[in-house]
């Protein structure tokens, strides 16, 4: 059974730094290209960042660029997102996706809450 | 970049009714890779629809899918209490950014 399961949401102050992950198993994490997608409070999903199986490749979405980082744990088979600077915008829902932007999303996490307020 | 539109916003249908989605995209989508994703409340998306019109596992057959090129179309048959949901359309299949559309919410 596929699952993945997100951590490190919470609420943090404008300008303020956070780090979610997302612990994967029932897939082999290594060679499987991940993403992030957030979903704003009554909003839609929007792609955030994307990951390649080695890592080696990274993708972000311009509202995030410069400010979150995304990376990865083969041995650990988790996957992280540093997110610096945040702001208001970024409150969202955050969840952890298997694959990129070549395969449909099979498979999501429930997914983490990130609130960004003073 | 590719842009999807979802229409209509929302649809009020009762139990029992055919449900018609449209999603449109602003380029055409190679290969038909176009997916469509259930979201019920609190709940994380589904998967229901890859490459236009395969059915992902689980997905009940009420559930199809068609289109090609610019215009894409999620029919469920006869809806379900459980049918009542948003339903988004993500292209797929090429470089980064992963495209969604704006969703369409089906109401009772």
């Known amino acids: 059974e596929v699952q993945l399961l997100e951590s490190g949401g919470g609420l943090v102050q404008p300008g303020g730094s956070l780090r979610l992950s997302c612990a994967a198993s029932?897939?082999?994490?290594?060679?499987?290209?991940m993403s992030w997608v957030r979903q704003a409070p009554g909003k839609g999903l929007e792609w955030v960042s994307a990951?390649?199986?080695?890592?080696?490749?990274?993708y972000y979405a311009d509202s995030v660029k410069g400010r979150f980082t995304i990376s990865r744990d083969n041995s650990k088979t988790t996957l992280f997102l540093q997110m610096n600077s945040l702001r208001a915008e970024d409150t969202a829902v955050y969840y952890c996706v298997k694959g990129g932007s070549l395969t449909p999303s099979y498979y999501w996490g429930q997914g983490t809450l990130v609130t960004v307020s003073s | 970049e590719i842009v999807l539109t979802q229409s209509p916003g929302t649809l009020s249908l009762s139990p029992g009714e055919r449900a018609t989605l449209s999603c449109r995209a602003s380029q055409s989508v190679s290969s038909n890779y176009l997916a469509w994703y259930q979201q019920r409340p609190g709940q994380a998306p589904r998967l229901l629809i890859y490459g236009s019109s395969s059915r992902a596992t689980g997905t009940p057959d009420r559930f199809s899918g068609s289109g090609s090129g610019t215009d894409f179309t999620l029919t469920i048959s006869r809806l379900e209490p459980e049918d009542f949901a948003v339903y988004y359309c993500?292209?797929?299949?090429?470089?980064?950014?992963?495209?969604f559309g704006g969703g369409t919410k089906v109401e009772i």
């Open positions: 990951i390649s199986g080695s890592g080696g490749s990274t």
């Open positions: 029932g897939i082999t994490f290594s060679i499987s290209a």
């Open positions: 993500q292209k797929y299949g090429s470089s980064p950014p992963l495209t």
